[in-house]
């Protein structure tokens, strides 16, 4: 029961982090043009609503499916993938555009020390192994990559069709 509960913390983190980025990347993106496009907030804000409902599913499988490698890879994929989202774009973004990017607290306070400390306990009591983790990092991070554009576009489709 304790691993289920441990696994819960990574959903407040995530949830916490993707409320930050909703709240105020939309706007803050007006400042990254040089590296990035900017975000439409309602899309954008479906984009990161469905991320979410991702890492939810992932979650809940995990801990109704304990046993079975494809929730291990694609959880710890997410903790891992959400650890390097952090770094790359928040902490470069916040270094190179001299300005705050949202996520970047709300990545270091939680994102960071819980998703490390699920992956560690996870690597001690021999649930996954570090080769693993970043395996399914990689994976679950390139497929969250294709997705993000995808969920945005969807979102305008959305947007769009709701207010014509």
Known sequence: MED???????????????????????????????????????????AVMMITIFALLATSAIIMFHQTPISTYIYFGFLGAMMINVVFPHVIATIALKRYAPGLASGILLILPINSGIIFKSINANIVSFIDVIASTIIVGIVLLICLPILLKIGKVIKEYYLN
């Open 4 to 46: 289920k509960v441990i696994y819960l913390l990574f959903m407040f983190g995530i949830s916490i982090h993707n409320i930050e980025e909703a709240l105020w990347l939309p706007a803050w993106s007006k400042y990254a043009k040089r590296y990035t496009k900017q975000v439409d907030a309602q899309e954008f804000r479906f």
